[in-house]
């Protein structure tokens, strides 16, 4: 007896920092020598050694069955060279070991800003059109070893996900400057 796996789409709607609130931050440019204040990053490395890279991607599609999260520190991932790109996310919940079906939502990124995901958000991506990206990613040195925690949804709910550009511009979104 064969189980049937779905195709679940979901519109990735332009970033703002309203709408990704429950998921972490958005970081836009400021001027030099503005004080630290709310709108900067509110990291939580001191778990273990920051490690920033940049990691290069390769164009791999806007479907994904499987999601990720971290439970010891932020995570930080931003496009270089302005490109925009798609990230699917859910809250962290600290009670749950899986993350909820019906919170999950998809995000369109623009190139001049980064993502700043909370302790335990699930994340899948980025995911992008053009042929590769470079990312710069700040978290800890182990991350991806010590603290890399994966829920499959072909296993649990024989689910799959695409993402789903948003064409329209909603309000809110800061445009290059």
Request: some cysteine; hydrophobic content about 35%; charged content about 20%.
């Amino acid at each position: 007896m064969s189980t049937s796996q779905t195709l679940q789409q979901l519109n990735a709607k332009w970033i703002t920092p309203e709408n990704f609130q429950r998921y972490g931050q958005l970081i836009f440019p400021s001027g030099d020598g503005k004080a630290f204040d709310a709108e900067d990053a509110q990291l939580n490395l001191q778990n273990g050694i920051p490690r920033f890279y940049i990691m290069r991607l390769s164009k791999n599609g806007h479907k994904f069955h499987k999601i990720t999260r971290h439970i010891q520190c932020t995570q930080c991932l931003g496009s270089l060279e302005g490109k925009d790109w798609l990230m699917g996310v859910c809250p962290p919940d600290n009670a749950i070991n899986e993350p909820v079906l019906a919170e999950l939502a998809a995000f369109r990124i623009p190139g001049n800003c980064f993502i700043k995901l909370e302790v335990g958000t699930w994340h899948a991506g980025p995911y992008f059109e053009h042929e590769f990206v470079d990312f710069y990613n700040l978290e800890l040195s182990d991350t991806n070893v010590v603290d890399h925690f994966t829920h499959d949804f072909l296993k649990s709910h024989q689910l799959q996900f695409e993402m789903i550009y948003s064409r329209i511009q909603e309000s809110g979104v800061r445009s290059q400057e």
